[in-house]
C-alpha cells in the first residue's frame, strides 16, 4: 500500500540555521513526490516536484529536495531559514499506481526561533 | 497561472441545515477535481474524487448521500454537505488538475463550523 512518513510531528531551528525536513514513501512503483507548504488557515502551496529525471530538485523560496531511491526518501532542505518559513509542511506520493490519487504524510510543524 | 479559488472561505450553519461549498479553476479547464478535509493538527484526508461531467468516486468511509459532490463543469465543483452535523465542522480544500494529472493545484479551504 501506498503510505508517506514524516517523523518529524514538530521541528524548531533558528533564523539562519539550515532546515531538513525528513519524508519516507512506501510505493510499488516509480513514484510522483512533492512538498506542500501550509501556512495557518490556508490552503497548500506546492514548493516542487518530482516526476524523473535529476534526483536533486529545486523549488521556491530556496527550497531544494533529494530523491534516494535506495532509501525511499525525499528531504526537503533549505540553507538559510527565515522566520517565513515558519507553517506546516506536507510531503506527498502519487502516481499511476494509486489512479494518481495523492497520499500526504501527516506533516511537520517548523517553528523558527529568533 | 493554475489559480483554484473557494467559496465561501469560511461558513457557519446550524446543525441540520445543508452548506455548499464551491471550487473553481480560474485560468484552467479542471478535468479533475479532489475534495480533502482537514482536521486540526492533522494531514489531509481525501474525500472523493470527481470528473466533469461524471459521477463522483468517494473513499472508504464517506457518505455519498451526505457529502454531494458535483463537477458540472470544467471550471466548477460542488461539495454539499448535507443535514450539517457539528462533527462534519472542519476545514475543506479543494484541489484541480489539468491534462497531467500529477500535480494538483489547491484552493484555499473553507472552514465549516456546525452549531
Known amino acids: 500500500a501506498q503510505s508517506v512518513t514524516q517523523p518529524d510531528i514538530h521541528i524548531t531551528v533558528s533564523e539562519g540555521a539550515s532546515l531538513e525536513l525528513r519524508c519516507n514513501y512506501s510505493?510499488?512503483?516509480?513514484?510522483?513526490l512533492f512538498w506542500y507548504v501550509q501556512s495557518p488557515g490556508q490552503g497548500l502551496q506546492l514548493l516542487l516536484k518530482y516526476f524523473s529525471g535529476d534526483t536533486l530538485v529545486q523549488g521556491i523560496k530556496g527550497f531544494e529536495a533529494e530523491f534516494k531511491r535506495s532509501q525511499s526518501s525525499f528531504n526537503l532542505r533549505k540553507p538559510s531559514v527565515h522566520w517565513s518559513d515558519a507553517a506546516e509542511y506536507f510531503c506527498a506520493v502519487a502516481g499511476a499506481e494509486g489512479g494518481f490519487k495523492t497520499i500526504f504524510g501527516a506533516g511537520t510543524r517548523l517553528f523558527v526561533k529568533a | 497561472g493554475a489559480v483554484v479559488s473557494q467559496h465561501p472561505s469560511w461558513v457557519i450553519c446550524k446543525s441540520g441545515t445543508s452548506v455548499k461549498i464551491e471550487c473553481r479553476s480560474l485560468d484552467f479547464q479542471a478535468t479533475t477535481m479532489f475534495w480533502y478535509r482537514q482536521f486540526p493538527k492533522q494531514s489531509l484526508m481525501l474525500m472523493a474524487t470527481?470528473?466533469?461531467?461524471?459521477?463522483?468516486?468517494?473513499e472508504q468511509g464517506v457518505e455519498k448521500d451526505k457529502f454531494l459532490i458535483n463537477h458540472a463543469s470544467l471550471t466548477l465543483s460542488t461539495l454539499t454537505v448535507t443535514s450539517a452535523h457539528p462533527e462534519d465542522s472542519s476545514f475543506y480544500i479543494c484541489?484541480?488538475?489539468?491534462?497531467?494529472?500529477?500535480?494538483?493545484?489547491f484552493g484555499p479551504g473553507t472552514r465549516l463550523l456546525v452549531l
Open positions: 470527481s470528473n466533469e461531467g461524471s459521477k463522483a468516486t468517494y
Open positions: 484541489s484541480a488538475t489539468s491534462g497531467g494529472r500529477e500535480t494538483q493545484y
Open positions: 510505493y510499488g512503483a516509480t513514484p510522483y
